[in-house]
């Protein structure tokens, strides 16, 4: 299988480092022009893993004739490259599932996988259980409450800050209550989660979103409850920070090369 | 898409029940020969759902060339048809897992899934959270414990009986505790799950199960934790029982729904 990436940050590079080369021998990078001299000198060299091959336009990621694509560039690349690799009837993986809640680019995605008659794959990312969630929407949309809890710290720069004293605060704090459309614009480093249950679920207006600043709180950690008529369900998540680049959760880099493994038509299991 | 069926219970019948007539408007479903009549008796009418066309022979089920094949009548089904649907190249969602404890057996399928070039799906059944649990194991087995809780009369039958005195039980008491191998071998009941959890992790053997009798419980619930050096989680999971048949749950048929329809190469959403 040949694999298209859109992105060269630490989420590829680990995505890179753990591809089996015997099942993703060859991998195509779409990389900003900018930064294609760089990208060229960064790419391991031939004999270790998968070859890679570098890219700086959207017509030389397609001319490479991919398989399936993974975007692990942030929401820009989705807005800017999403719809016309789906319309060409590539799969598209993206990894910035925030971007999908802007309601028209979502609809504009749908479209074009409808045209191209390829999969826009949701990847578990740094959550799970969208397995059960997905399944559970089929009857209706369930009623979802996400809460994402970090130290106070770890909100600071957010609009967290103009809510509640971070730096004063002794006990659990719930600062932020609202839809999860409302959450993935105003707090975008969590839109990506937000994003992955909303989707699988009833949408970014059908789910309640909580924020919590905890204390007592050592690392990140996502939590969801979910109720439907046919069960109910809770998951709580603790990430552990990726050492290569504590902002990159290694849930997300796994979720990719599984949804990757996945679209593999040669390997079936 | 024209969707196969083994076995005509009440799953098959809650499915083709939720089946979007549009997306799979025809089904064939193989039975015993000795419940061909009935069968044929029980089948929709034409006109209200997908066309059904019941057939009493394997050899009717691949001549119908149907796609996907979903198993829902239990464990002797899979063993009996599962390889050779593989084999044929038709992709296979078995509902009876728990027959893939059999390691022979699941040796075999697997060898018949690279045969046929088919995938095998591991529908989420009345569990979920396998999204995850199946990212994780790429990285090397997950150390998993799952937990099956239930009253103390609902494990009535089974080995539960000569451990416990189920009558008299007045706290919650772990009376099983094993691997998934042992579970899936002593509580037929529990395999389905056991077995979902298994094949999505690190194997049977690298499972540890405990079954509960708990006099405060109301219903049935399943609940398990994975630790991974990336991440751990727990998930925590009460069915509601389907009103048709308390026995199956109706998360089991949702889930096999939900993996129909990702088989389907005409929708890709």
Chains 1, 2 share one sequence.
Request: glycine share 10%; charged share 15%.
């Amino acid at each position: 299988m040949h694999l298209g990436l859109i992105g060269y940050g630490s989420i590829a590079h680990s995505l890179i480092g753990m591809l089996p080369a015997d099942r993703v021998p060859r991998v195509t990078v779409l990389v900003r022009p900018a930064s294609l001299d760089k990208a060229k000198h960064d790419a391991p060299p031939t004999g270790s893993g998968p070859a890679v091959q570098v890219v700086s336009t959207l017509e030389g990621l397609l001319a490479a004739r991919t398989g399936v694509v993974v975007e692990c560039a942030g929401h820009a690349a989705v807005a800017r490259f999403g719809a016309d690799i789906l319309r060409r009837g590539i799969p598209f993986i993206p990894a910035s599932l925030g971007a999908l809640a802007d309601a028209d680019l979502h609809e504009n995605m749908l479209q074009a996988a409808r045209t191209g008659g390829a999969r826009l794959t949701i990847p578990a990312g740094a959550i799970g259980g969208l397995d059960l969630l997905q399944a559970l929407a089929l009857n209706g949309p369930p009623r979802v409450t996400y809460r994402g809890i970090k130290p106070p710290a770890a909100w600071k720069g957010s609009p967290a800050d103009a809510i509640v004293d971070l730096d004063a605060l002794a006990t659990r704090t719930v600062f932020f209550s609202g839809t999860g459309r409302e959450a993935a614009s105003a707090y975008p480093k969590n839109a990506n989660v937000v994003a992955a249950i909303a989707l699988s679920g009833g949408g970014f207006d059908h789910m309640k979103v909580e924020l919590v600043a905890d204390p007592e709180a050592r690392a990140n950690s996502h939590s969801y409850e979910v109720i439907s008529p046919i069960c109910t369900y809770t998951i709580e998540i603790a990430n552990s920070p990726n050492p290569a680049n504590p902002r990159t959760s290694m849930t997300t880099v796994a979720s990719l090369l599984l949804e990757i493994l996945r679209h593999d038509p040669q390997e079936p299991l």
